[in-house]
């Protein structure tokens, strides 16, 4: 049996894609996934340049795996995701050893650039954004389990001016409407009740409806999917990320009063809470619009947990900036939140900006934002004790093995007293204690 070996970085839009890439080397070239990479015989990085750190890691990597070349020299090794469409050639060029590069958007492609580089001897580099959609060559996903990732959308065309996507995975295309309901309905079929729908603006959703080749011109928004998918027999819960506040549109907002299935949390990045770095940054909205769209979530949703991510030590950020920062967190109250310091990528045009913030400033700042953040997790899970929580059973809890252990809504871990039948299934507990890092329930008996 031939083994791959696959490590993959960065956002669930990359995690979602190397399952893809699982999937199709597993028919093309009959592999299983291994966790040892000297006993793989192809070994592929799926990576991320979102951060410094990120890129870094690929190099270090890729020279750990060359020594096993030296024993195996048919081992295939390749690089793939937001580095790869990045560097491109520039790749090989500094590790010859790498046999084949591709993009985010050709991934399908990868049976032919493995088949190309034993052919030929050369190493093959393919980071085009091609026109025609990856997902028109993958074979449908193969699921375990109750819960699964459906990618709706590709790339991003909000070029905010700190980051790397728009550059590595390339303008917004959507995916057709239709063969998102098949490939739900489907999922459903192999007994999924829990979807996620990805994509880096997901909530800009645009899908042609009428098929691939309908030439009507009408499109459905992700509104209006939902409404759809929630119909699906077998479906649960519908989630989706991440969402960009200027595509939280009056249609979207009023899904969570009529949608149900909806789950009551939604992450949506704010990035900071001053209106001079927001627009430095080039998000497109100010603190009070931000604000703005929470108040109305909250009114059809009172208790929808909020999450979002936060860059702190953006160029010229002036301590007035940064306590605009503290002032939002308190105002809007989080659930949670993830914390990043500013890092300059090459490329974009926040990286050409003359201010950068020392980073003692930025360690401090990121410090002081995180004290808040953290405070703000355990205060929400102090206000869940007492209320009733539809979760998902994920099995025997990880303490005492006679409890069994589910995730709630907002993603906390809840252990309780209740049989293994019901393991996979969603069940109703109510919470009797917050913990620092879990909560406490009791099953609520039909
Ligand atoms: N499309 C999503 C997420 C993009 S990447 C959005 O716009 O919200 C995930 C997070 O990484 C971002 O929300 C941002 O907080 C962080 N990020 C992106 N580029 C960064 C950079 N150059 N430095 C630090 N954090 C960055
Ligand atoms: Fe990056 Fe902005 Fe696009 Fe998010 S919306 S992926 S932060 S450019
Ligand atoms: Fe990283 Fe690319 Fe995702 S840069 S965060 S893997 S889109």
Known sequence: MKKLYLRTFGCQMNEYDSARIADLLADAEGVVLTERPEEADIILFNTCSVREKAQERVFHDLGRVRLLKKNKPELIIGVGGCVASQEGEAIVARAPYVDVVFGPQTLHRLPELIAAKRASGKAQVDIRFPEIEKFDHLPPPRVEGVSAFVSIMEGCGKYCTYCVVPYTRGEEISRPFEDVLVEVADLADQGVQEITLLGQNVNAYRGKRGGKKGD???????????????????????????????????????????????????????????????????????????????????????????????????????????????????????????????????????????????????????????????????????????????????????????????????????????????????????????????????????
């Open 216 to 446: 009507s011109a009408e499109t459905a928004d992700l509104a209006e999917l939902l409404g759809y998918l929630a119909e699906v027999p077998g479906i649960e819960r519908l989630r989706y990320t991440t969402s960009h506040p200027c595509e939280m549109s009056a249609r979207l907002i009023e899904a969570y009063g009529k949608v149900p299935k909806l789950v009551s949390q939604l992450h949506l990045p704010v990035q900071s809470g001053s209106d001079r770095i927001l627009a430095a940054m080039k998000r497109g909205y100010t603190a009070l619009e931000y604000k703005s769209i929470v108040r109305r979530l909250r009114a059809v949703r009172p208790q929808l947990s909020l999450t979002s991510d936060f860059i702190v030590g953006f160029p010229g950020e002036t301590e007035a900036d940064f306590d605009a920062t503290l002032k939002l967190v308190q105002d809007v109250k989080f659930d949670g939140a993830f914390n990043f310091i500013y890092s300059s990528r090459p490329g974009t045009p926040a990286a050409e900006l003359d201010e950068q913030v020392p980073r003692a400033i930025q360690q401090r700042r990121f410090e002081a934002l995180q004290t808040l953040l953290d405070a703000q997790y355990r205060e929400y899970s102090e206000t869940m004790v007492g209320s009733t929580q539809r979760v998902l059973v994920t099995g025997p809890a990880l303490k005492d093995p006679k409890e069994l252990q589910a995730r709630t809504d907002n993603n906390r871990v809840v252990n309780f007293a209740g049989d293994e039948a019901l393991i996979g299934r969603y069940i109703d507990v109510t919470i009797t204690a917050a913990l620092p890092h879990s909560l406490r329930g009791r099953q609520v008996m039909a």
